[in-house]
């Protein structure tokens, strides 16, 4: 659009140049044009925007709140009720009186009547019949085995022996024994001292002869029978169940029926018609 108005107004501006010149000059040629130079400009332009934002306003609202007013308003109502009419109606009676009439009643009567009839009479026969039974019977047969038989074998082994051996000691004892001892003693009445003897108690060292047991452990050898076990193989005898087939004949009880005319006596109803 802007390119448009200046190309507009460059042409403007020449033809206005022009007419001048065609009026004074006659004679001279028409000027050629002005020659239109385009060129490419950043044109800045501006445009306004609009932008919502809420804030909080405070605001009076009026609204309808329903209320409830006791109003007396009078208000005209049918109210039933009841009274006694005389009506007249027609009703059905019944009356019974005694009709003759006449209808067939079927009757039945029993006639006696001779018929046969088949019937199938069971007999039972022995038939004889053959076959194969398995008759047990015992053979014997040496099979060998291997058992494990005990035995006794005598080993030599060491064994510890504790012994208690009495061994005499001798340690010396302090023993308490009797000493005659000589004293010089003062006579009381004549007031003379003499020697007297005197038994006073005396320890002494003696030597004792003492028994103190020793425990002395030994190594000895001992032959100890050993139990074990070894196998042998041993022949044996036995008896092995077996089975024969054998052909035997018995009679067999056979259930059949043979056809048999009877002759029997049967009442059989008649309907005649009576009035």
Same mark, same amino acid.
């Given at each position: 659009?802007?390119?448009?108005?200046i190309?507009?107004?460059?042409?403007?501006?020449?033809?206005?140049?022009?007419?001048?010149?065609?009026?004074t000059?006659?004679?001279?040629?028409?000027?050629?044009?002005?020659?239109?130079?385009?060129?490419?400009?950043?044109?800045?332009?501006?445009?306004?925007?609009?932008?919502?934002?809420?804030?909080?306003?405070?605001?009076?609202?009026?609204?309808?709140?329903?209320?409830?007013?006791?109003?007396?308003?009078?208000?005209?109502?049918?109210?039933?009720?009841?009274?006694e009419?005389?009506?007249?109606?027609?009703?059905?009676?019944?009356v019974?009186?005694?009709?003759?009439?006449?209808?067939?009643?079927?009757?039945?009567?029993?006639?006696?009547?001779?018929?046969?009839?088949?019937?199938?009479?069971?007999?039972t026969?022995?038939?004889?019949?053959?076959?194969?039974?398995?008759?047990?019977?015992?053979?014997?047969?040496?099979?060998?085995?291997?058992?494990?038989?005990?035995?006794?074998?005598?080993?030599?082994?060491t064994?510890? =022996?504790?012994?208690?051996?009495?061994?005499?000691?001798?340690?010396?004892?302090?023993?308490?024994?009797?000493?005659?001892?000589?004293?010089?003693?003062?006579?009381?009445?004549?007031?003379?001292?003499?020697?007297?003897?005197?038994?006073?108690?005396?320890?002494?060292?003696?030597?004792v002869?003492?028994?103190?047991?020793?425990?002395?452990?030994?190594?000895?050898?001992?032959?100890?029978?050993?139990?074990?076990?070894?196998?042998?193989?041993?022949?044996?005898?036995?008896?092995?169940?077996?089975?024969?087939?054998? =052909?035997?004949?018995?009679?067999?009880?056979?259930?059949?029926?043979?056809?048999?005319?009877?002759?029997?006596?049967?009442?059989?109803?008649v309907?005649?018609?009576?009035?």
């Amino acid at each position: 659009m802007c390119r448009f108005l200046i190309c507009l107004a460059a042409l403007i501006a020449a033809g206005a140049a022009a007419a001048p010149a065609e009026a004074t000059w006659s004679c001279l040629p028409a000027p050629m044009p002005v020659p239109i130079r385009y060129e490419y400009q950043t044109v800045t332009k501006y445009r306004t925007e609009y932008r919502t934002e809420y804030k909080d306003v405070q605001r009076t609202v009026k609204r309808l709140v329903p209320e409830t007013v006791f109003q007396e308003a009078q208000e005209t109502v049918k109210v039933p009720y009841y009274r006694e009419e005389t009506r007249q109606k027609t009703v059905m009676v019944p009356v019974t009186k005694m009709v003759s009439r006449t209808y067939e009643v079927p009757k039945t009567e029993w006639v006696l009547q001779s018929r046969e009839k088949t019937v199938l009479v069971p007999e039972t026969q022995l038939v004889e019949k053959q076959k194969k039974v398995l008759v047990p019977g015992v053979k014997e047969e040496v099979r060998e085995r291997i058992v494990t038989v005990p035995e006794t074998r005598l080993e030599q082994q060491t064994r510890p =022996v504790t012994t208690v051996r009495q061994v005499a000691e001798t340690h010396k004892q302090k023993v308490v024994t009797a000493a005659t001892v000589t004293a010089a003693f003062c006579d009381p009445c004549t007031g003379l001292s003499r020697l007297v003897c005197q038994v006073v108690p005396q320890v002494k060292e003696v030597d004792v002869a003492t028994v103190r047991p020793v425990v002395e452990q030994r190594l000895e050898k001992v032959t100890v029978a050993v139990p074990s076990v070894r196998q042998e193989k041993r022949a044996e005898t036995v008896k092995v169940p077996t089975l024969r087939e054998e =052909v035997r004949t018995e009679k067999v009880p056979v259930q059949t029926v043979r056809p048999v005319k009877q002759a029997y006596n049967v009442s059989v109803p008649v309907i005649c018609g009576c009035k």
